[in-house]
């Protein structure tokens, strides 16, 4: 896999681009000189382990034939300073799924459990660092 990244202005804006046309929009806070054009580097992880559980729980409620409606997901993570560096990785992350539709709870359950103990590669990436948990409501 390989991403490339471009910068487009004199401070931090950058453009991201994978494999596919989509662009992604890179920058920093106004507070250090960016000029909020793009999200965060640290918002980016959050929404790359939201998207990739968020396929596979599509993917599985499908496959059990669940008439999805709307789907989303909140992840929040909470970080923590290293001691003597400027780091703050996440130490706790939480995806709540929202799902409305004609979807069985434990179906549900099942396709987001799944996701994050046997095919979410995003997650494997963080299991490591972070504590990661889930919850989920049907609307």
């Known amino acids: 896999m390989k991403v490339h990244l471009k910068r487009v202005d004199d401070a931090f804006h950058m453009v991201g681009q994978g494999s596919s046309d989509s662009l992604t929009h890179i920058d920093a806070s106004e507070k250090v000189g960016g000029n909020n054009a793009g999200n965060r580097p640290m918002e980016l992880l959050l929404m790359g382990l939201g998207g990739c559980a968020s396929i596979d729980v599509i993917l599985i409620l499908k496959k059990q034939k669940q008439t999805i409606e709307d789907f989303n997901v909140i992840i929040s993570g909470e970080r923590a300073k290293i001691e003597g560096t400027q780091m703050s990785p996440f130490t706790d992350i939480n995806l ?38 889930h919850s989920f409501e049907i609307l």
Not at 116 to 128: D, L
């Open 96 to 133: 709540h799924f929202e799902v409305k539709g004609d979807i069985d709870a434990k179906k549900a359950k099942k396709a987001i459990v799944m996701s994050m103990e046997k095919y979410c590669s995003a997650t494997a990436q963080f299991q490591n660092s972070a504590k990661i948990t």
